[in-house]
């Protein structure tokens, strides 16, 4: 198979870090090529050296036995490379058709945007992914599933010869996920070249010609993929012994909490038009609770109506037995309610601020007395949380936006933790997380259900939500169709629920 792009002894320094170290990549036409590593390993910044986002330090890049020098991530478009960024950037204002079409709007004969060519089109591209919306409405009322979908439609339906996707399934429910491997076997099947970046590993054997694994900006291997088998190329991305990471896959959850039986949180019959009808949700101290459900069966409205980020139209929501004020995050913060957020960019992180001040930006009230702030708390908190989740950064005080993507997400996981809740709302946890830290969170969540903290858990991840909940609660369409406790939590009986789910509208 011909190469078609490919970069020779890459470097490519931040200040203080050496993201990437005379990397050599190749990516050839009709072939899959899986990029993986640790959070921080130089995946992203590799895919932004490739598509003229940065310009290398060193190195050589060459597409189609031509030298080339992208200046702008639109230079390497027009040349034939579609891109979706690990950072979803569409405008969430803009509608979804515009979305699709950005850049290249089909138009009319005085220059004016077809809207009605472009809504028809777009529909079509959408159809074609399994996804129906109103490509009319605005892209951030969808969900960041969603939304990736749309960023999918966009990128494959330009002319490419490389398609690079940077973590595309990471919000995406198994059915999607398999949408997106039938476009990747077309793409494949046409001869483009793939590259995909995931941390869910399984995902690259179905799909995955060939892998290549950095590690701390270090090329450490590039050969087939079905030659290595998981616990070798997890023992390849840590840098560690195929012994030592035996146990390295698994979900780090015991399983099994012993709650109190009086629920630390009630919330009864929450509705709100279009999105919830009449859900109820009660966890005890110590009880995990998993949300169960597709994309746009209301699981993340139902923790936003908790946390006071919606308002319900009706609906009551109590903390140890007393009403809380619904439709407002402070009272739901006071009342001991955190929520980690499922769009962490949207909601959460402050890049120009540095990893401490984001971690203590919450907990900061209870930090300080008489408007004294008290800074060695701070400090200690700050430090056990960047070594429990093993946060890479040069250290506390380097800008969060200089993260990585994975470690942006342990130190917004770290804010909310911090805070010392009651009852804790976790919004895809783990994802885009690797899967050394991925364990190490998991074992936090269960630590701190067994010290008594109530825990809603909604992840995609089908494992992690039953290997880590003791119940769970399946919604479809805004309405709770099932709940399963204890030894009914399996696989079977989830897939069994959700697959009476009709097709999710966002
Ligand atoms: N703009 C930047 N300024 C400073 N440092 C940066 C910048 N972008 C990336 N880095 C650093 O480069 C290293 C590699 O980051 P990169 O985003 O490529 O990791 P990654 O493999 O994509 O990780 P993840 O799985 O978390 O997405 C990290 O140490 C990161 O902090
Ligand atoms: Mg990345």
């Given at each position: 198979m011909p190469d078609v792009l490919s970069v020779a002894s890459l470097t490519k320094t931040f200040p203080g870090v050496r993201a990437l170290d005379a990397v050599d990549f190749t990516?050839?036409?009709?072939?899959?090529?899986?990029l993986i590593g640790e959070n921080g390993a130089g995946k992203s910044t590799l895919i932004k050296v490739l598509t003229g986002v940065y310009a290398?330090?060193?190195?050589?890049?060459?597409?189609?036995?031509?030298?080339?020098?992208f200046a702008t991530p639109l230079e390497a478009q027009h040349a034939g490379i579609s891109t979706i960024y690990q950072e979803v950037n569409l405008v969430p204002l803009m509608s979804v058709a515009r979305n699709l079409f950005l850049g290249r709007e089909p138009r009319g004969r005085l220059g004016l945007i077809d809207f009605r060519r472009m809504h028809r089109e777009a529909n079509e591209a959408l159809r074609r992914?399994?996804?129906?919306?109103?490509?009319?409405?605005?892209?951030?009322?969808?969900?960041?599933?969603?939304?990736?979908?749309?960023?999918?439609?966009?990128?494959?339906?330009?002319?490419?010869?490389v398609v690079i996707m940077d973590e595309p399934t990471s919000s995406l429910e198994p059915r999607e996920v398999q949408t997106l491997f039938g476009v990747i076997r077309m793409l494949r099947d046409r001869g483009i070249a793939v590259i995909y970046v995931s941390h869910r590993l399984e995902e690259?054997?179905?799909?995955?010609?060939?892998?290549?694994?950095l590690r701390d900006g270090k090329l450490v291997h590039t050969g087939p993929i079905a030659k290595l088998d998981r616990l070798h190329l997890v023992s390849l991305m840590l840098g560690r012994e195929v012994g030592e990471v035996r146990e390295e896959g698994a979900t780090k959850f015991s399983g099994d909490h012993a709650p109190d039986t009086r629920p630390?949180?009630?919330?009864?019959?929450?509705?709100?038009r279009h999105h919830l009808h009449d859900v109820s949700v009660e966890i005890r101290p110590g009880e995990v609770v998993g949300l169960g459900g597709l994309l746009g069966s209301g699981r993340s409205e139902t923790a936003k109506a908790i946390a006071g980020a919606l308002a319900p139209d009706s609906g009551r929501v109590a903390i140890a037995g007393?009403?809380?004020r619904t439709g407002s995050p402070p009272a739901a913060i006071r009342a001991g309610i955190s929520l980690l957020p499922e769009d962490r960019k949207a909601e959460g992180i402050v890049p120009g601020l540095s990893v401490r001040e984001?971690?203590?930006?919450?907990?900061?009230?209870?930090?300080?007395?008489?408007?004294?702030?008290?800074?060695?708390?701070?400090?200690?908190?700050?430090d056990t949380f960047m070594k429990r989740l093993r946060i890479k950064a040069s250290g506390p005080h380097q800008k969060v936006g200089e993260l990585s993507g994975g470690n942006q997400q342990k130190v917004l996981l770290a804010r909310w933790l911090a805070m010392?809740?009651?009852?804790?709302?976790?919004?895809?946890?783990?994802?885009?997380?690797?899967?050394?830290?991925?364990?190490?969170?998991?074992?936090?969540?269960?630590?701190?259900?067994?010290?008594g903290l109530a825990v809603l858990l909604i992840s995609s991840d089908m494992e992690e939500l039953i290997e880590g909940s003791d119940r769970v609660i399946v919604l479809k369409d805004g309405t709770v169709i099932e709940e399963l406790t204890g030894p009914q939590v399996t696989e079977d009986a989830l897939m069994r629920a959700i697959a009476t789910t009709g097709s999710p509208s966002d």
């Open positions: 990516a050839r036409s009709g072939e899959v090529h899986a290398p330090d060193t190195g050589n890049l060459t597409f189609n036995n031509r030298q080339v020098a992914l399994g996804i129906t919306v109103d490509v009319r409405r605005p892209l951030r009322e969808l969900g960041v599933g969603t939304q990736q979908m749309v960023a999918l439609a966009r990128a494959v339906s330009v002319d490419a010869q690259l054997y179905e799909v995955c010609d060939t892998v290549t694994v630390i949180l009630q919330a009864d019959n929450l509705t709100m007393e009403t809380i984001n971690i203590a930006l919450a907990a900061l009230p209870r930090l300080s007395r008489f408007g004294l702030v008290d800074e060695s708390a701070i400090d200690a908190i700050v010392n809740p009651k009852v804790l709302l976790l919004d895809e946890p783990t994802r885009g997380i690797d899967i050394g830290a991925k364990a190490e969170v998991q074992k936090l969540i269960d630590e701190l259900a067994n010290d």
